[in-house]
Each structure stands twice: as structure tokens, then as C-alpha cells.
């Protein structure tokens, strides 16, 4: 029974919907109602989509309204026709049903539901309850090992044909903590390679891919990439259309709002990005501290060996850094106000933020060692050497006039300081509050959003003294960020001599 | 900023949902996307709904369209505006991630994500996560009673003035086993006070409220119920409207696509529903069988042992009756097939089923020497005497009456026998199927679908003999009965000799 398509032109993002009216004899006579989990298909192309089902007048009985997603995964054109009829049952859910009893999962089994999980199969109730099942504790080392395999398995996978590809990935949690470009731009100058995938933000302000967007084109496809790097060794690309572990962002989006936290997750996410794109060596950047995301010695440690463990197992090579995670990096906190940042340091200017460089230079130091371009212990001076000497600056220019030009990133219009309300020694910086005010602000949407930062903790403020400036496009955005921020202060100022 | 609410004439069932323009300046200056959670408020009324973003031209920007359930749950007047903010932090998810990294949770955590759960603030990712969170037992005894108060007092809670009050329940997966009818029918005819509420199909191919609905009016209000009870002593009432633990309402629709079975919960939602009805002696039939919802001794008498703790806990007084649950019982599978088979025992017709009769006697004698009517071993005859002697039949006629008339159930037109393809002992009959089957010809949504058994395990057929007719209502429904049963059959037939 085929059914007109239509484009509804409503946006309900991953979540595919399809609208049918009540009377439309396809849900009639396969018993349809709302909510029903349905397969769509058009030709060769086909989804499962959740049924919205409509009043008379909206649509007719022969049509099948597509919500703007679901229109484009069907890949509909002129005269195609759908057809709509149950979604077939999902076995791997017995496996979900059995992790939730509280069995083991084996690799057949994890491969079906995360298979599944990547090609949209899974409503999110399911994902839900797959990650709750997951998370506490309940994956061994092995079904880690097994459920990054199966997330590499379940999308393309890089091949570069050659050796060292270097990468780096950092843990989060520690808001303006824009290493990546800088990272890249020093290890590529010095003739290693490393083609740089990264994400955008998922709960922050902003992510790299965000951060390079305001700087150069980001979108390339594989041949583009590969264009780049051929030439240059390394390159900037947005990872969230090359369909590596495309299970890892189904997954990150259901996690996000119940918001897990799941160290079996957490290695399994990192790593099967990593092993999808190719790289064989990767530095591991753990910010430690009160807000970042891991927050103690033990849960440090715990984290470190499973990531080991798992590398190993799947042949990543992998060298763990653990910085400190006490307050937010460079003087930014959202797309371009960090691009600014990065900028500064790569050109070597005065009021480059120092916190970023030296956290840059460690990281590429590390792995110009472990890729082996430097001796041990020589690495830090290489890095600095190759960011002084304007290598990596060059390089960085290259990289981007290759991908599509360089540009300036913009600067926002409203620009309003933050001031101390009394004097005395800055005694903490909350960086979730932090990420929050720059979200409200318009960050990652609006690229000019976010904060810029004044002041480090431990330092002197005189009352009156800026804090730090919002940066917004529009007056709403200013008075939602203003409202949150009058009973939610991010600075805390000690009296002075009543501490330290 | 007020927004013109409009009725969008999509229906998302108990998903709110609400439409906004993209351009719209509380889309813009809150910086919502897509899928955001949403407040929105109209006066006193408030829900949480998912925002779907519209394309220019659906809706003008200072317009909020509304999906029919929350265009009901706003209640919607002329002239009306609506409030759309962001939704409020859920402080509860918190004690949810505890149980998922598995801690305990106290009663004060159970009640507050109960009370969540109740008033639509958890979109059904977080739901599933709780459930999943809680299943396989996850859940020690005293949660599972602190589970099952907070699930009472998230709801409204029927007091009757009197005690005692009998109830039943069934735990389910045994199509056909319609006993609560003749059941409520037998009590109140000794002079108990049984004000019955009841569910609708869940997952099953009818539920009593279905049934009895095919035979008068079940959709009373409390002051209307109180009528009938203060009469009769009895009623026949669909329960979804009284507000009765309403989190299992909730809790049950997200739990059914997952399959998820939980002691815990079950035991919570079966008690929390009896407790809010103002019931102080309840008798649960619990049916064991390879294809009913408790399948082994094992997991029977923990069940057992969960029901009478919590009960207890509770001050409610229990008794758990075991039953065969190898087989469906009666012949009619769907709400106006039961019903004929529920009359044809109560006017004690030749043709009445008497394995569905012998179940109720045995559960009303349960309850009659519980409640303290017969003594100890007479409650069983005087069950079967109330029945042979149209006492029950006169009681069920008055509180049809009381409820608006009793009416005779209809007939499918369309009634298609499958006979038996070989000679032979009826070696199984799969329960689970024949659900399936009752509900592809169209039940419970169509009062008169279903299917009609002829056969029972064990006896002899004959190759040609009718084994069931199915019921319908449109040749579509019908064929995708057929196509189904194709490839899984409900009955197997052992060749003669060959076995037994």
C-alpha cells in the first residue's frame, strides 16, 4: 500500500517521526495508533519512526507526513512512494532484557545492540535503559573490550596506510581546555601525522569543532580529509558525518540529559572514535579536580587502567596524562572567544593565555616522545621549540588554507562585564556554572557566545574590578544569562586576611 | 512573552508535545532546539512537553501549537495565552542515578521521583532508566514497600467508610482468564461490598474494563461509583480515570515495549492500585505455566513471598491462590468474546466454559470465607450455590443496571475458522501467540476482534475439525491474522500413537 510522502516541516532532530491520518486505511488495517513504532521505506532507504497520528484535514488519507529529518534518511524525491508497516521485532533487546537481570553480554550479543543502536532501531526508552543496565559498575573488562569493538565495528573505520597516526583526546569537564589545534599544529610541524577528527559540543559550551568552525571549514568529506593530510599531515574535521562509532552519538544523546556517567561507557565512547579513525597513538588528557568530570585519585586511577587495558586489547597505543582540574583554561569559554585563545598562543602573543600553552605544549610533548620524533624527556623542548619558532604557527595556516582559507573569528556585539562585588582573593571558580552562563549566553549555537575570563584563582580582585564579560548577540540572551547568574554566582571572593 | 496557543491536531498520546516557528522570539532568546524539554503554562495548568521546531509558514511566530494531549491537559479556552520556559532542573533524577550506580534509595527518594513520575515531568528515556535501574532484583523488600506507599499517595486514595473490601487480581498472561465479573457478581451477592476497578488491555488482547464494556457503561466518576457501590455493593469501573497510582499508568506504558518484568514493580503495582481503592482483602490468582507471566515453582514463591511482605507492610490483608496457567481458559480471546463466555456462566448456560466457571467459584470462595462470610472449607460451595442459584446472575443484572443498562455483546461479521491440518492429541496451545493473534484481528480497539477456541490440550481432533475461528471486522485485519499464523502456529497437534 503505498503512501504520497510529504514534508511536514517540523524538526524533531534524531528522532524520526511520520504523520498519518486516522483514517488512512494503512493504519487501519495494520492497527496502527499513536506512538506505534513503525518501518517506513523508500526504495533501498529505510527507517524506524515513531507514528504521530493526525485530526482529518492535515493530511490526506493516501499521504505520509515526514518530520524534516526523517524526509532526509528516506531520501525522498519527486514521485517516490513509501510504504509504512510494523517495525519488525528487535531481538538484540533480549540481550538488553539479560544485561538489566544482571548477565554478561557476550560479543555477539553486544555487536546486535549496538548494530542496532547505530542504525536508528532502538527508540530512546530502549538506549535508555540499555545505559542504565550498563552503567554502576556492571561491565566487566571484557564486555568493555567487546562493546568498543562492536562501536568500531558498527561504522566506517580510516585506514591511512602508514605509521604513527597520532591523536589526542581529553576527558572534559574543564571548560575552555582548547589544546586540539595547538596540539595538531605542533606535532604536524614536526612531520608526524595526525588527522584530527573532533566532535561538536555535546554538553559544553563548545567543542573543537565548534571552536576550528569559526576559523575554517570543518565539513570535509573522507577524500577531502584525505586531500589535506596527504599534503600537510594533519587536518581540522568536524567527525559527526564520517560516520565513525555512529552508535557513540546515538548514544551520548540519550545519555546526556539522564546524564551517566559510566567509565565502561566513557572508554568504550573515546576509544572506538579513535580506533575508527585510524590512530594508532593517543595521548589522553585527565583533568583531576572538584567540577571536572573525574574528580578523585581513585575514580582517576580506576579510569586509567580500564582505558589501558581496553587500548591494549584492541592494539591502540595509549599514553594517559593527568593534569590538574581546578579551574577553567585560557581566558575564553565558547566558540570563537577560544579561537581567540588559540590563536594567541599559536602567534605568540604577549597576552596569549599561559595555562592553555603549557597545557598544549605537554600534550604534543608527550607525543612527539611516543610516536617517537623525540627522546625521552626531549619532547616538551621540541614542542616548545616548534611553537616558538612560528613552525607550528605556519603549519597551522597551511593546514587551514588547504581545508577552505583562515579567517578571524568574529567578535560579539554585547559585551558586558561582570564586576567584584568586594575585594579579595579569588577562592574558587565553578566551571559547571561556568558552562551554563556561557550556554545561556547563546554558546555553541551562536558562535560569538560565551565569557571571557579575568581572573585565575588565588589572585587579588579590588572590588568594582571586572570578573569576567558575557559576550552575547541579542538583549534576551544577556537578561537569561543575567537572571541565572544573580543566584548563581561563578566567583567566589575570600575577605582578605580571613584565609590563605 | 504570552504565545497564542493553536490545536495542531496531532495526536502523540500521553507525549506532550509542543510546535514552535524557528524564528520565534522565545525560541531564540531561551536558545531552545529541537527536542528541548519545555515548560509550558497555561494559569494554574502546567505540563512538561518536548518542543519540535517548525519550518516558516506552519505556525506564525508568536504562535505555540499544542499536540492534542496537551492541548487537553493545558485545558485550552478562547482567548487563552500560553508560557513556554525552560523546564525545570529534575532534582530527583539524582536519586535515579543513584540506584543506577546501586545504592539503596530511601522513601523519601522513592516518593519524590514517584511523585515526577506521576505529574508527565520524566520524558520516557528517564523513565526506562528507572525501570531498568530497579529490575532484576535491584530492589530490596523495603523499597519495594516504600515504593509501593509512594506510588499510592502520588494519586488519589478511596476510602469507603467500611470494611471489609474485597478484591482480586489476576498476575496475568493467561488469555481468557476473565473471572472477575463472575467473581465481583458472586461476593456482593453474599452481601460483601467488591467496588471493582479495572484496567483496559496493557499489552493483552482485552482487559475487564474492555470486556465489561461491551455490556454497560464503565467509565463512572467517583460520586457516580459511590452510587452504584452504596446499592449494590458492587461495581464494575474503569479505573484509568480515577486517578488511582497514577505512576503505574505511566510506568506500565513505557515498561511494556521494553518487556522488562520486575518482582518490584510488579508487586508495587498490583498493590499500590489495590490500596488506593480503599481494598482491605485481597485475593491474587497467580497462574504458573510455561507460557503464563510466572513460569516456575521458584519464581512463584518468591513472588508469593514479595506480594505477602509488602501487603503486610501495607495492612493489607492478602491471599495468594495458585492456579494451572498452561492453557488460555474459557474460548472467547478478546473483550466481546469474553463477555459471552462471562454471560453464558453466570445465566449458567449448557454451553458455559467450565474451566473459566470452576476458576471464579474458586477465587469467590477464596474471598467469602476471607472476608469472613463462610467459614473455613464452606466458602467454595456457597461460591457455587450463589452461581446455580442466579443470585450472582440477578446481582450482575442490578449493577449493570446501576451503571447505565446492561447490553447484550455484538458479533464480528467476519468469522474465519482454521481447522486442523492433521489427526491428532492437542499437544500445546501457545498463549502467546494466541495474544498476538486476538490482537492482529483487532482487539482490543475493536470490541468484537479476537478469536474463539474450540480445542483444549489433550484432546483428540480430527484432520478438517475447527481448532479456532477467527473474529473480525475488515478483510485487511483478517489477512494479517492469517499472514502471521502462516508462520507461527498457536496449536500442535501430536500424531496418534505417537505420544500419551
Chains 1, 2 share one sequence.
Not at 584492541?314 to 579551574?327: A, F, H, Y
Not at 571572593?493 to 590563605?500: L, N, Q
Amino acid at each position: 500500500m503505498p503512501l504520497v510522502p510529504r514534508r511536514m516541516g517540523i524538526d524533531t532532530q534524531q528522532e524520526f517521526v511520520v504523520y498519518m491520518d486516522r483514517e488512512c486505511v494503512v493504519c487501519r488495517s495494520e492497527g496502527f495508533d499513536a506512538q506505534t513504532r513503525v518501518l517506513v521505506h523508500n526504495g533501498g532507504h529505510r527507517i524506524l519512526a515513531t507514528l504521530n497520528v493526525t485530526d482529518p484535514g492535515l493530511l490526506s488519507p493516501g499521504e505520509a507526513g515526514l518530520s524534516n529529518s526523517a524526509w532526509l534518511a528516506l531520501g525522498i524525491r519527486a514521485s517516490d512512494h513509501v510504504h509504512v508497516t510494523h517495525a519488525p521485532t528487535l531481538d538484540s533487546m533480549s540481550d538488553v532484557r539479560a544485561k538489566i537481570y544482571g548477565h554478561r553480554l557476550s560479543a555477539p550479543a553486544l555487536d546486535a545492540i549496538v548494530q542496532d543502536i547505530a542504525k536508528g532501531r532502538y527508540p530512546d526508552a530502549h538506549i535508555a535503559a540499555f545505559l542504565a543496565a550498563c552503567a554502576g559498575g556492571r561491565m566487566d573488562r571484557q564486555e568493555t573490550i567487546d562493546l568498543t569493538r562492536a562501536m568500531v565495528s558498527a561504522g566506517q573505520r580510516l585506514a591511512w596506510g602508514r605509521a604513527p597516526i597520532a591523536d589526542k583526546h581529553c576527558v572534559g569537564g574543564l571548560p575552555g581546555n582548547r589544546t586540539t589545534p595547538i596540539v595538531v599544529a605542533i606535532v604536524t610541524a614536526a612531520g608526524l601525522t595526525m588527522p584530527k577528527t573532533s566532535s561538536r559540543a555535546i554538553t559544553s559550551p563548545a567543542g573543537t569543532a565548534d571552536v576550528m568552525e569559526t576559523m575554517t571549514h570543518v565539513g570535509l568529506d573522507v577524500p577531502a580529509m584525505r586531500r589535506v593530510v596527504e599534503r600537510e599531515g594533519g587536518c581540522f574535521v568536524w567527525g559527526g558525518a564520517l560516520d565513525l562509532s555512529p552508535a557513540d552519538d546515538v548514544m551520548i544523546r540519550v545519555e546526556r540529559p539522564l546524564d551517566i556517567d559510566s567509565d565502561a561507557q566513557l572508554v568504550a565512547s573515546v576509544l572506538s572514535k579513535k580506533i575508527a579513525a585510524g590512530s594508532t597513538h593517543v595521548v589522553i588528557d585527565v583533568p583531576v579536580g572538584p567540577t571536572a568530570k573525574v574528580r578523585s585519585d581513585a575514580d582517576y586511577l580506576a579510569l586509567k587502567a580500564l582505558l589501558e587495558d581496553v587500548a591494549s586489547a584492541c592494539g591502540l597505543e595509549l599514553r594517559i596524562v593527568r593534569t590538574l582540574g581546578t579551574q577553567p583554561v585560557g581566558r575564553g569559554i565558547g566558540p570563537a572567544l577560544e579561537a581567540h585563545d588559540v590563536l594567541a598562543v599559536l602567534r605568540g602573543a604577549t597576552h596569549a593565555p599561559n595555562d592553555l600553552r603549557m597545557r598544549a605544549v605537554a600534550l604534543a610533548g608527550h607525543l612527539l616522545e611516543f610516536c617517537g620524533h623525540s627522546r625521552a624527556g626531549e619532547g616538551h623542548d621540541r614542542a616548545c621549540q616548534l611553537l616558538d619558532t612560528g613552525a607550528a604557527w605556519a603549519k597551522f595556516q597551511a593546514i587551514c588554507e588547504r581545508q577552505g582559507g583562515l579567517r578571524e573569528p568574529a567578535v560579539a556585539d554585547i559585551r558586558h562585564p561582570i564586576l567584584a562585588e568586594t575585594t579579595g582573593l579569588v577562592h574558587a571558580i565553578d566551571s559547571r556554572r561556568l558552562s551554563r552562563v556561557a550556554k545561556l549566553a547563546g554558546a555553541p549555537a551562536d558562535a560569538v557566545a560565551g565569557l571571557e575570563m579575568h581572573v585565575k584563582l588565588g589572585e587579588h580582585v579590588e572590588r568594582g574590578a571586572p570578573l569576567f564579560t558575557l559576550h552575547t548577540e541579542t538583549p534576551g540572551e544577556l537578561a537569561y544569562a543575567m537572571d541565572y547568574l544573580a543566584s548563581h554566582p561563578l566567583v567566589t571572593i575570600g575577605k582578605p586576611g580571613a584565609d590563605a
